[in-house]
């Protein structure tokens, strides 16, 4: 959805300052800037549905599937390295910092009788990373309903 409505303003852009920026960098930072007083109502709206979004009757690949979308579309909305090129190691830092929260996120909706790989993946140094999460949790998964059918 937010990459329609990008494009759609992007285009409408096109002839003003955007065809000058001469990089990805500073498009980035003209759209942002063009954009800043629009994105609150937006961020606001992923982040609530973020919060509010557990597993329940779901399978857990669908689950994990809708959080993505959501993570996807709130990434467009994420803080940059200003280095500009990316060698000082900040957008890594940054990169770090959302896998742990997705991590942590996944985690947090999963269904109550999952506790037990939950405590288990939590205590893992260094916590894995979220696509790691996710086939631990359907691997149990799948083991229930293997021990369903027998
Ligand atoms: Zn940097």
Redesign the pocket.
């Given at each position: 959805m937010v990459i329609s409505w990008l494009m759609n303003s992007v285009s409408k852009l096109i002839a003003s300052s955007i065809m000058y920026a001469d990089t990805t960098h500073k498009i980035w930072t003209t759209l942002k800037n063009h954009f800043q007083e629009s994105n609150g109502p937006r961020i606001f709206q992923i982040r609530r549905d973020l919060v509010n979004l557990r597993q329940s009757q779901e399978a857990v690949n669908i689950y994990f599937t809708k959080l993505q979308a959501l993570w996807e579309e709130l990434a467009y909305f994420r803080p940059h390295?200003?280095?500009?090129?990316?060698?000082?190691?900040?957008?890594n830092e940054i990169e770090k910092h959302y896998e742990e929260e997705h991590v942590l996120t996944f985690l947090m909706g999963i269904n109550e009788s999952y506790s037990q790989i939950r405590s288990q993946i939590l205590l893992m140094e260094p916590l894995p990373q979220v696509d790691k999460v996710f086939s631990l949790v359907a691997q149990e998964e799948r083991q229930r309903n293997v021990g369903q059918l027998q």
């Open positions: 390295c200003r280095c500009g090129k990316c060698d000082c190691g900040g957008n």
